[in-house]
């Protein structure tokens, strides 16, 4: 299916823009994912940490829109031209299955619904000073599941979109979409578990983010293995080479979250909980610069892939 | 030659009779009213056009391969020229890929991108094998050749076919077309030139292309991809998905099981 395709075709001239919408709608997804899994811990004390978890996905989704209209070559304004046909005589919606870009735009859209919904019911149970598990209960964690499956499809499509070309490098592997939602999950522990240090009760869940940000980590560091087995059998690994300090960016970004998953792995092993109080604080100083390392390592790998395929 | 809506129409380019005097891509500047790129100098043999984009619909290629000692006439290998247009590909991959539907088929069976429809997203450019389509910097949006859309509408032929002086370029019904080329081959085959070959004339290369063309070398010698590279954008999709998918499932049930950790204080 991946063939050594010789490739001819010229570079869309996706950048800064559409890098930035790669970034934040990683992020934004995998935030409504984390929040939804910490919802699903059944323990309501990780409760503060997820409504933290869905504010940040519906902030980062309103950026989405902005760069995405802003990359237009024929003006913001026709963006909607993805989802209503304006040939004339052929009026409808537009949807493609095949074409992942199509199939985005929708979900992007259905996602904007769920996280703008989940970060309203965060701001009410917060003013009514409700802990403990969400509102409307069990109703609302259905709620939550369907609205962190559009989040899982909006962190890893992009991806996806960009196999899904003639381009080089990226339409001859098939692991870009897992690798950035992979990346979009790791990214988004290590965002929440940044702003947990802003809510004092979210800290109750800091320790697990940090470890749920490992396994992502590590999930990552699989599927960079195999893009570069894939992109080096397609002929066309050398490519990667001009972007080789984006990759090194990735991969400390990586290493430092994979260093977090061993350091907190131990901590939690005796008798530290959760989040004990003085794991807690010791955890705080560096938490901050792994959790910086990882998000510029996010973005990196972004960078890394879309500047070696054009 | 009368044009009627609902036949297939296209070109045949038969590159051994190209002389690379460049008639059609100014033809074609003049029909379109392309004002063309800024002049810059490319030294690339007598090419100076460098390739198709949003302002060269047609690009005459040079393939020098002249030895610095000629010790044969060359037997009309040694300098292939080529004049380059949009295939009008019958899987056109440009067409799969475009989220607003502003590329269609037309009633020639031609490929063409309705200008006020397209937003510029450039999902086509990433797509197209042949490097055709080109973004116009002044109106965003992504042009190619149209095969003279709107001389097809008036009953008249594409322009650069018909300022092509040693009718390297034909322009025809496709049905009519493939038998000329046949018969084109069949003779350059017997005069010899057994590498003559016609690319894009069956179904193997994306469907069939209604501009197909007729080379004196592989086409990779073109910069144009064999048949078996001559793939789909969606082919993509479900290794794409499927890696997703994975990836999802492994990643939630990570997720779960460091949250679910409890301590033990
Ligand atoms: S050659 Fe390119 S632009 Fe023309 S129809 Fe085929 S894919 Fe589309
Ligand atoms: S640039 Fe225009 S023609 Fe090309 S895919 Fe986007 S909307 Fe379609």
């Known amino acids: 299916m991946f063939l050594a395709a010789e490739h001819f075709v010229r570079a869309p001239d996706w950048e800064w823009f559409i890098l930035g919408y790669f970034f934040l709608a990683g992020l934004s997804g995998g935030s409504y994912v984390i929040a939804t899994l910490l919802r699903l811990s059944g323990d309501p004390r990780d409760e503060p940490a997820a409504r933290t978890a869905f504010y940040a996905s519906f902030v ?23 989802l209503v046909n304006v040939t004339p005589g052929n009026a409808g919606l537009n949807f493609k299955y095949w074409s992942p870009m199509s199939v985005g735009v929708w979900l992007l859209l259905v996602f904007s619904i769920f996280a703008g919904l989940s970060a309203l019911g965060a701001w009410l149970a917060d003013r009514r000073g409700r802990e403990g598990p969400p509102l409307f209960g069990p109703l609302s964690v259905a709620f939550n599941l369907v609205g962190a499956l559009a989040g899982l499809f909006l ?31 790791s990214g988004a522990a290590a965002l929440i578990a940044l702003l947990t240090r802003y809510r004092r009760e979210a800290v109750y869940s800091l320790l697990r983010l940090r470890m749920a940000d490992g396994y992502f980590s590590l999930l990552e560091l699989i599927l960079v293995i195999a893009f570069f087995v894939t992109v080096v059998n397609a002929g066309t690994g050398a490519r990667t080479i001009a972007t080789a300090p984006l990759w090194a960016l990735a991969l400390v970004g990586l290493a430092a979250s994979l260093v977090g998953l061993r350091a907190e792995g131990r901590r939690m092993r005796p008798s530290g909980g959760g989040g004990g109080g003085a794991a807690v604080a010791s955890v705080g100083a560096n938490a901050v610069l792994v959790s910086v390392l990882v998000l510029i390592g996010v973005l990196a790998l972004r960078a890394a892939v879309i500047f070696s395929g054009q | 030659m009368e044009i009627k809506a609902g036949e297939s129409y296209g070109f045949f380019t038969d590159t051994s009779v190209c002389i690379g ?57 040694a300098f292939l020229m080529m004049s380059d247009v949009c295939k009008h590909c019958q899987h056109a991959s440009c067409m799969e890929v475009c989220p607003t539907n502003a590329i269609i088929r037309t009633e020639f069976n031609t490929v063409f991108i309705q200008q006020d429809v397209c937003n510029g997203c450039r999902n086509c450019v990433a797509a197209c094998p042949y490097s055709v389509i080109g973004i116009n910097q002044k109106t965003g ?28 370029i034909q322009f025809g019904p496709l049905a009519q077309l493939q038998q000329t080329a046949d018969a084109r081959l069949e003779a350059l085959h017997s005069q010899g030139a057994t ?10 290369v994306y469907g069939g292309l209604n501009a197909f063309f007729l080379l004196m070398d592989k086409p990779e010698a073109y910069g144009l991809p064999n048949a078996e590279n001559a793939v789909l954008p969606s082919r993509n999709n479900i290794g794409g998905y499927v890696g997703a998918v994975i990836t999802a499932v492994v990643g939630v049930v990570a997720g779960l099981v460091a949250f679910r950790r409890r301590g033990m204080a």
């Open chain 1, 60 to 82: 980062l989704i309103l950026l989405c829109p902005v760069l995405l209209t802003a990359d237009l070559g024929a003006g913001w304004w026709k963006f909607w031209h993805m």
């Open chain 1, 155 to 185: 962190a890893s499509y992009t991806g996806v979109l960009l196999s899904v070309s003639n381009q080089p490098v990226w339409s001859d592997t098939w692991t870009l979409g897992g690798l950035f939602l992979a990346s979009g999950l």
């Open chain 2, 21 to 77: 005097c460049k008639a059609c891509e100014v033809a074609c500047k003049e029909w379109n009213q392309l004002e063309g790129n800024e002049p810059a100098f490319l030294a690339d043999s007598f090419d100076n056009t460098g390739q198709l984009d949003a302002q060269n619909w047609r690009h005459v290629k040079f393939y020098d391969k002249v030895p610095d000692r000629p010790a044969t006439t060359g037997n009309g290998t």
């Open chain 2, 141 to 168: 949006t992504a042009h190619k050749c149209t095969l003279c859309y709107d001389r097809l509408q008036g009953g008249l032929e594409p322009a650069c076919a018909k300022a092509c002086p040693t009718q390297s």
């Open chain 2, 195 to 204: 590498q003559a070959q016609l690319y894009g004339r069956d179904d193997k």
